[in-house]
């Protein structure tokens, strides 16, 4: 009689709680609950810790948020050890800290490695959540908290025949942890965000030839980094509480604010100085500390763009090349500006070729490299720079069933449907940390009021002998409404970018953000949790 092939249901491993995604988020939300005294455990896809800081591992990659804004502030002792080494940090450097922390805290035996989470269920009768991986593990627990990211799921062009190529390939977002060499070889980069952006110039420094497939250009503005001397980190240090009031304050949860002047209010010599200053400052300033109408006037921006035009086509040679890097389809900050080092520069390289996919479009990949309708470009590797299906895409590789065995990416077929983008109505005990329509900016100081609030309901819900909670679908229709009006009469309305879905084709315009700001965020939450949890659910077993 043959042999069963027929697998054995994994013993499920029973928990308080299970976070999933290793990232900076997760890695917080794992600290409060161990702190809370739960039984709790991570569970990261991934071979090591980090998240995006794990995954985007490519040459280049770095913060457009400063350091000490990025890093976490829970503890004194963290910010006493640890001295960034430049005002942006790269992903090494980042990862490494990462790391340190899981292991400074004593959190290395809670995180489980590669465990890739295929399915989670809800049992109702038991209030538990089972969550199985694709490692086969199986997993009950009462709260279930996602920390997937919003750049976290990785896309490809819809382009046949990749394979079919005998060369090397990578994608951005799954680089690999041993070196690519790309010396001596003819390299393609299909993509001209902000991972294109960075790792374009890296590039074309060592290889034989590169082309540059570009689909859209960007408005692209210099990070201007610098290292952080000892002198500055203790600068920095003294004022490091001053600098967590600032982020608090901001919209985006950085440093930088918006002026509250109006920019056609000064005569044209005056306002040029004044981009020319945040052309030369730091990281995301140009974007951050601008003028406010920049984001609501249309005549405003268009000054705005004017000057970074004729930026552009002061740093490319050659003028045809130079506009085909302006971009003619949006505004400045109708998609968030990707930080250059030498961007420009490179395309007067002898090296570099710029292919406009507007003009010529790729038909296919072959075995020795990409066909487009206007001929054939022979190459060694490609590198896929074309990046996420943002926001709702790590949630959609997941057969997320609620009360009922109902799906989550049913119940979110026409765009997401949060309150407070930490609870979906029908999921009960199910919390998301930087999901949808509650995430932008400075990530780390977007996701930490919401570790927070997680972690106090969980701890109410204990004290006081609850089981469940969930959010009523008034409180969704209302959230979203909310989230809505938060672009009403800006530029953004309009815009087209991951944050409305728009580089996935198919995908039905929505906005997945928040654009509220931080401070408003904020604001919403503490009303909802002072309210006596207004919006929310609960019920005793």
């Known amino acids: 009689m043959p042999e069963s092939t027929q697998q054995t249901p994994a013993t499920p491993q029973r928990l308080d709680a299970l976070v999933v995604g290793g990232g900076i988020s997760g890695i917080y939300q794992l600290y409060r609950l161990k702190e809370l005294g739960l039984d709790v455990r991570l569970l990261e ?4 810790v980090g998240g995006v800081w794990y995954w985007n591992r490519y040459p280049g990659a770095r913060f457009d948020s400063e350091s000490y804004t990025y890093g976490y502030f829970f503890s004194e002792e963290l910010l006493d050890e640890w001295q960034w080494s430049e005002e942006y940090a790269g992903q090494p450097e980042t990862e490494r800290y990462l790391n340190h922390v899981v292991d400074r805290f004593g959190m290395r035996d809670l995180v489980l490695l590669e465990q890739r989470v295929t399915s989670a269920v809800y049992d109702e009768e038991a209030h538990e959540w089972t969550v199985t991986t694709a490692a086969g593990d199986v997993f009950r627990t009462r709260f279930l908290v996602t920390a997937l990211g919003i750049l976290s799921a990785p896309q490809f062009p819809r382009v046949p025949g990749l394979e079919d190529f005998t060369g090397e390939w990578h994608h951005t977002g799954l680089w690999p942890d041993t070196e690519v060499d790309f010396t001596g070889k003819r390299v393609a980069v299909l993509g001209t965000g902000s991972s294109g952006v960075q790792i374009i110039p890296f590039i074309a420094e060592r290889c034989a030839s590169l082309a540059v497939f ?8 210099p990070i201007n980094n610098s290292p952080i001397t000892p002198e500055r980190a203790r600068d920095i240090r003294s004022r490091i509480r001053e600098i967590y009031e600032a982020t608090q304050l901001s919209p985006s949860g950085s440093m930088h604010r918006p002026m509250t ?4 209010d000064m005569d044209p010599e005056e306002r040029r100085a004044h981009f020319d200053r945040l052309y030369n400052a730091p990281g995301l300033t ?4 601008n003028f406010r109408d920049v984001a609501l006037d249309k005549s405003a921006n268009a000054a705005l763009t004017d000057f970074l035009s004729e930026k552009i086509r002061s740093r490319v040679a050659d003028p045809q090349i130079a506009e085909r890097l302006i971009p003619r389809d949006h505004g400045f900050g ?33 075995p020795t490299g990409i066909q487009t309708d206007r001929q054939h470009y022979d190459v060694d590797l490609i590198v896929f720079a074309t990046g996420f299906a943002a926001v709702v895409g790590s949630y959609d590789r997941i057969d997320i069933r609620g009360v009922g065995g109902a799906r989550l990416a049913d119940h979110w077929a026409a765009g997401p449907r949060t309150y407070l983008g930490m609870q979906s109505a029908g999921f009960p005990n199910l919390f998301m940390v930087g999901g949808p329509q509650s995430t932008a900016g400075n990530i780390p100081r977007a996701t930490e009021p919401q570790v927070d609030v997680v972690t106090a309901c969980i701890a109410h819900m204990r004290e006081n002998g609850l089981t469940e909670v969930t959010v009523t679908e008034a409180a969704e229709d209302e959230w979203i ?23 996935v084709p198919g995908r039905q315009r929505v906005y997945l953000l928040y654009a509220g700001g931080l401070p408003q965020y904020r604001r919403k939450v503490a009303e909802a949790v002072e309210s006596g949890y207004r919006g929310f659910a609960f019920s005793a077993a």
């Not at 140009?286 to 500390?289: D, K, T, Y």
Request: net charge negative; proline share 4%.
């Open 481 to 503: 409404e909310h989230v809505n009006s938060g672009i009403v009469g800006t530029l953004q309305e309009t815009a087209e970018s991951w944050a409305f879905g728009s580089n």
């Open 334 to 366: 109708q998609k968030r500006p990707p930080l250059e080092n030498g961007y420009y520069e490179v395309y007067n390289r002898d090296n570099v070729t710029l292919v406009s996919t507007a003009e010529e479009t790729i038909e296919r990949f072959t």
């Open 45 to 48: 896809a991934g071979s090591g």
């Open 261 to 264: 002047e109006s920019s056609l």
């Open 286 to 289: 140009m974007a951050l500390a």
């Open 214 to 221: 570009q689909r859209t250009p960007n408005w692209c503005t």
